[in-house]
């Protein structure tokens, strides 16, 4: 199986966090190379810097489009070309966004489904997503789909499963991953990527602190041990810990095993 990458979003609640400078230097500290950010929450200025500062450290720049109207969506996709991001995830509106990022070598991961509401919700039976997944991979200059799986209602493994397989394009799970079931569902579904953002931001992810570099480590030994078979084992090894760090939160550790630690590196533009 190749080696699904873990990307990670310098966002909150569908926003790029107003720190995500500093942020990015610890997600980098950690060994992070595929990294990305909203196209809202902060000023274009700050947005070009983050992507150079990514692009500087050798990593891949991702940029997530949340716009609702056709107008934004459009602007968005400008500003992806204009920071000479590496991919674009989100958005629904292809027949805007093709045209506007022709002939920069942008990969493009457009939302399946119907999406609605800030932060978004996938909306339509598992049939109608799967439907439109199909129809968007089918577009040239499309080169995969971006699966809000974890926004749906219903049966979120059995719609990864489904669409996954349907589809001949590699999709990325994103939003709301926060706990290493929904990691391991992901990859196990036919995921060739998930996104993690706010869950690791607010110290939410199962960890041995509520400290990002922890976080991360512990996201990437997720990853690892759904695909090295070891996921039992470590679903064994999370403890709850008395230490609130926010309303209806709770900071949760794991028992770190080093064999489970994932190396991330930075792939060839294929792999995605």
């Known amino acids: 199986m190749k080696r699904?990458?873990?990307i990670f979003m310098l966002t909150r609640s569908?926003?790029?966090v107003p720190d995500?400078?500093?942020r990015l230097a610890e997600v980098l500290a950690s060994g992070v190379r595929h990294i990305g950010f909203k196209d809202v929450g902060l000023p274009p200025s700050e947005l070009r810097g983050l992507a150079e500062t990514i692009r500087k450290a050798g990593a891949?720049?991702?940029?997530?489009v949340v716009s609702l109207d056709a107008a934004s969506e459009a602007a968005s996709?400008?500003?992806a070309a204009e920071l000479g991001v590496d991919c674009l995830l989100g958005g629904t509106r292809p027949g805007i966004v093709l045209p506007v990022i022709a002939g920069t070598g942008i990969?493009?991961?457009?939302?399946?489904?119907?999406?609605?509401?800030?932060?978004?919700v996938l909306e339509g039976t598992i049939e109608e997503i799967v439907d439109s997944a199909r129809r968007l991979a089918d577009l040239d200059g499309v080169h995969g789909l971006d699966l809000l799986a974890y926004r749906f209602k219903a049966d979120v493994p059995a719609l990864m499963r489904t669409l996954c397989a349907a589809v001949g394009k590699p999709v990325i799970v994103a939003g709301s991953i926060d706990h290493p079931d929904r990691v391991g569902a992901a990859i196990s579904a036919g995921a060739a990527a998930i996104t993690v953002g706010t869950a690791a931001l607010d110290g939410i992810f199962p960890a041995r602190s509520i400290r990002l570099a922890d976080q991360i480590e512990a996201i990437q030994a997720a990853v690892s041990a759904t695909l090295s078979g070891k996921v039992a084992g470590y679903q064994d090894s999370i403890t709850t810990v008395a230490t609130q760090v926010a309303p209806d939160y709770e900071t949760r550790c794991f028992r770190y095993t080093?064999?489970?630690?994932?190396?991330?590196r930075v792939p060839p533009m294929d792999d995605l």
């Open 14 to 16: 569908d926003r790029t």
């Open 60 to 64: 891949l720049v991702y940029l997530e």
């Open 107 to 120: 990969r493009y991961f457009p939302f399946a489904g119907r999406i609605t509401g800030h932060p978004s």
């Open 258 to 264: 080093p064999d489970l630690a994932a190396t991330m």
């Open 77 to 79: 996709a400008g500003t």
């Open 20 to 22: 995500a400078a500093d």
């Open 4 to 6: 699904p990458e873990f």
